[in-house]
């Protein structure tokens, strides 16, 4: 474990396959509270090193023109911002938690077609949008999107 680092976010297999990484907002299971010994008692947490720092940063990507589908068409500004904010973290997700992060946004604003705010085509469009400019193939996108509103729905 390593100590906080100021702007690493959650990741799922985004160093390498299987090693998922928490940042902020996220959490660690603390193995003495499930009854498990401590271990390197004392120790204390190093930070980062940079290469690894290198690998978790987000990497400042240039808009793409699809950017136009995050805009909600809806007077509500808090779904507006909700939605801009999904787009976001979908287009500069980086490779290994792309589709984590498509899945995990879409599932979020589809509280908004259940409340009637947004439509789910609305939601869509701009979820695939992102996702193509993040590098996602169209029919990987198409699935989790869906798995997404399924999900939600149950």
Not at 113 to 137: K, Q, Y
């Amino acid at each position: 474990m390593f100590r906080h680092a100021e702007g690493i976010a959650n990741s799922a297999s985004k160093i390498a396959p299987h090693v998922d990484v928490r940042g902020e907002g996220g959490y660690i299971i603390w193995w003495p509270a499930a009854g498990f010994g401590q271990m390197n008692q004392g120790a204390v947490l190093c930070p980062f090193p940079d290469w690894l720092l290198s690998l978790l940063k987000p990497k400042k990507m240039p808009r793409q023109a699809h950017e136009t589908y995050a805009r909600a068409k809806t007077s509500n500004r808090y779904v507006a911002r909700a939605l801009e904010r999904a787009y976001d973290a979908v287009s500069f997700a980086g490779e290994g938690c792309r589709n984590d992060t498509l899945n995990r946004e879409t599932y979020a604003l589809a509280r908004f077609v259940r409340d009637g705010v947004l439509r789910e085509s609305e939601i869509s469009n701009a979820m695939t949008s992102a996702a193509l400019s993040a590098g996602l193939e169209p029919r990987e996108i198409e699935a989790t999107i869906a798995s997404a509103f399924r999900a939600r729905a149950n």
